[in-house]
């Protein structure tokens, strides 16, 4: 299974970006998938999370109403649309496919992306 996320880059306070994760040699529609970001200095921090049937999502208060998950079982891509930046959203963005236990754990989670970054000037 391969995960690649690309969309980062810099942007300024007040703008968005849209990651996309591209999951090949592996299933994507029979597993939910989620994105979590990393700061420097900081732990992995969970920040959106789609079912299976990509019907239901959740997100950490931090990103609610700004970022939105979704996916595309005919492309086998998850994307997270980030809408109204801030400099603290500033991190390495990580997609990754779930395999068991509470979805905002990163160890619930088998296989990664390589992550790509996001900086939020202000």
């Known amino acids: 299974v391969q995960l690649q996320a690309f969309g980062g880059g810099l942007v300024q306070t007040g703008g968005s970006l849209r990651l996309s994760c591209v999951v090949s040699?592996?299933?994507?529609?029979?597993?939910?998938m989620g994105w979590f970001r990393q700061a420097p200095g900081k732990e992995r921090e969970f920040v959106a999370f789609i079912t299976r049937s990509r019907d239901t999502t959740y997100y950490a208060d931090s990103v609610k109403d700004r970022f939105t998950i979704a996916g595309d079982n005919a492309e086998k891509t998850v994307y997270l649309q980030m809408n109204s930046l801030k400099a603290e959203d500033t991190a390495v963005y990580y997609c990754a496919r779930h395999f068991r236990g509470e979805h905002y754990y990163p160890t619930s989670y088998l296989y990664w992306g390589q992550g790509t970054l996001v900086t939020v000037s202000s």
């Open positions: 040699r592996g299933t994507f529609r029979s597993y939910a």
